[in-house]
């Protein structure tokens, strides 16, 4: 899926919860992983489903049939502790289920604590390394508030820290120096 599709895709399930769920609330959707850089328009890969970090529990049953899921869910300990502050609303819905993607640092976050080589591909990309705020990424990675607070222990913290400083090194900015 493309990020036409994906939005087309949310927007039928918005429609769908509108039509079956009998209740004046709404509800929310906060998608992650690949398709939530798609949707950041920070890369242009196509994918597979939808990953969700969060989905109202009133909205779950239509998860699978729009080709969204939680299974990244189990993964949250993955994402700064205050991911919800820096939430992007999507273009989308609203008729009864709000959208919203993870910022692409908190996602470049997550990312860094994952081993897949899709996931690494990601975040080297020139599209998300281009819209990278470092500053940002800093603030996240090294406040005790933020990833160490949702780190499951000291040497999970540890060990991204390594792989953050080396993806820093690598393909953070670099001053250039002055000939």
Same mark, same amino acid.
Not at 57 to 71: D, P, S, T, W
Not at 160 to 166: A, I, R, V
């Given at each position: 899926m493309d990020r036409k599709d994906i939005l087309e895709r949310l927007d039928k399930m918005d429609m769908e919860a509108f039509v079956t769920i009998d209740t004046p609330h709404m509800y929310r959707m906060i998608i992650v992983g690949g398709s939530g850089l798609v949707l950041l328009e920070t890369i242009? @890969? &196509?994918t597979q489903d939808i990953d969700a970090i969060d989905a109202s /529990? #009133?909205? @779950?049953?239509?998860? #699978?049939? *729009?080709? &969204?899921?939680?299974?990244v869910s189990a993964y949250m300990n993955h994402f700064p !502790?205050? +991911?919800e502050d820096r939430l992007h609303k999507?273009? /989308?819905g609203g008729r009864k289920i709000l959208f919203y993607s993870a910022s692409l640092e908190d996602i470049v976050v997550a990312k860094l604590f994952s081993i897949r080589p899709k996931d690494r591909q990601d975040l080297v990309s020139d599209e998300v390394l281009s819209h990278i705020n470092w500053d940002v990424l800093q603030y996240l990675a090294t406040d005790e508030n933020e990833v160490k607070a949702s780190a499951l222990n000291e040497r999970a913290y540890q060990? +991204?820290?390594?792989? !953050? *400083? #080396? *993806? /820093?090194? @690598?393909y953070g900015p670099h001053e250039s120096a002055d000939i």
């Open positions: 242009t @890969r &196509a /529990v #009133e909205i @779950r049953g239509l998860l #699978e049939k *729009y080709g &969204a899921n939680l299974h !502790y205050n +991911f999507l273009p /989308v060990d +991204f820290l390594h792989d !953050y *400083y #080396e *993806y /820093v090194g @690598r």
